[in-house]
């Protein structure tokens, strides 16, 4: 079965009259600049051209009316299925920050490792027993190993050093060894039921229980390795900056990255509340998997880790794809 896409009218879109397109504009030229230097085409000139477009006129042009014109001008809106599966499922992503120190010393003795030079499928386990010490690829040590493991399932972060520095740290690889998502582990044994699993649930239950704690981390043997980042953060997959609310982790198998898209979901923290917006296909990760699949950047700060930990939701994914590629 192949992924489906029914064409529907911007007016069909839920939340279309309410959106503020501009605020998606910053994640539009984030992958415009990488589009545009890489001459991608998506197969079809059409989004090559509306990024040439919003890149071009965007520094003069900034009437909301205008750049819905301009969608229209160049997308057709498609509502995403698998035969009759027309629901896609969230989860939640956020930049974490966690303490640190650049010397392993009283309370900092987690490591964060830069991606080993040689090649390594050793798993997490390994990994966290010591079999990269001594192999100078320690970035920072950090004082809290639940943070350090959930930092590596976000993807990226920030580690205050103890002179009041920050350190930005994003995704430069992995072991090789695929992710799975200890929640499961936790409803096979009938401690949570499975609509209670999220990032808040599970960091409770392995802050207390810590004789279990690290056997149950390292039942997900994927290890991520980090990069120092200089200028903005987090990137993504694409190699751009993530923007809050409007960045989108995808599989690239289904959805180039670049891609625009539409989501209707359920506001984790607001009841009665949806997100109904416009985004940007910008990042992957070794959870997002299928057609029907989003993982949705909230950002850096209290609030966005309340609301990416809660989100575990169903929703509708659309895809804006260009006037010559109307499927």
């Not at 090649?119 to 079999?131: C, L, M």
Request: proline share 6%; glycine share 8%; hydrophobic share 40%.
């Amino acid at each position: 079965m192949v992924l489906q896409f029914s064409a529907v009218a911007f007016e069909e879109l839920p939340g279309w009259n309410d959106d503020t397109i501009l605020d998606a504009v910053p994640a539009l030229l984030a992958s415009a600049k990488i589009v545009l230097e890489k001459q991608q085409s998506f197969d079809h000139e059409s989004p090559f051209l509306f990024y040439q477009e919003v890149s071009k006129l965007w520094s003069h042009q900034k009437d909301e009316v205008f750049w819905r014109q301009v969608l229209k001008k160049f997308f057709i809106p498609h509502r995403l299925s698998f035969g009759e599966q027309t629901e896609a499922f969230f989860t939640g992503y956020y930049e974490p920050l966690l303490r640190g120190s650049l010397k392993c010393y009283g309370s900092y003795q987690t490591p964060l490792y830069k991606l080993p030079p040689f090649p390594t499928r050793i798993p997490r386990q390994d990994i966290v027993n010591g079999a990269l010490t001594g192999k100078n690829l320690e970035l920072v040590w950090v004082d809290d190993p639940i943070g350090a493991f959930f930092l590596q399932i976000q993807g990226s972060g920030r580690v205050c050093l103890e002179n009041g520095e920050i350190l930005h740290l994003g995704y430069d690889g992995t072991n090789q060894h695929p992710y799975y998502a200890i929640g499961r582990t936790l409803v096979k044994r009938g401690i949570m039921a499975a609509s209670e699993v999220t990032l808040q649930t599970l960091q409770t239950w392995l802050r207390e229980h810590p004789a279990e704690s690290e056997s149950l981390m390292s039942e997900n043997t994927s290890y991520v390795f980090f990069k120092l980042l200089t200028g903005e953060g987090p990137l993504g997959t694409q190699g751009v900056p993530l923007t809050p609310q409007r960045s989108l982790a995808v599989d690239p198998v289904y959805h180039p990255l670049g891609r625009l898209m539409w989501v209707d979901l359920p506001h984790p923290e607001q009841k009665n509340s949806r997100l109904q917006h416009l985004m940007v296909a910008q990042d992957t990760g070794g959870a997002i998997k299928g057609g029907l699949r989003g993982d949705y950047f909230w950002g850096f700060g209290d609030s966005a880790e309340r609301c990416a930990g809660q989100m575990n939701v169903r929703g509708t994914l659309y895809a804006l794809l260009p006037i010559q590629d109307d499927r």
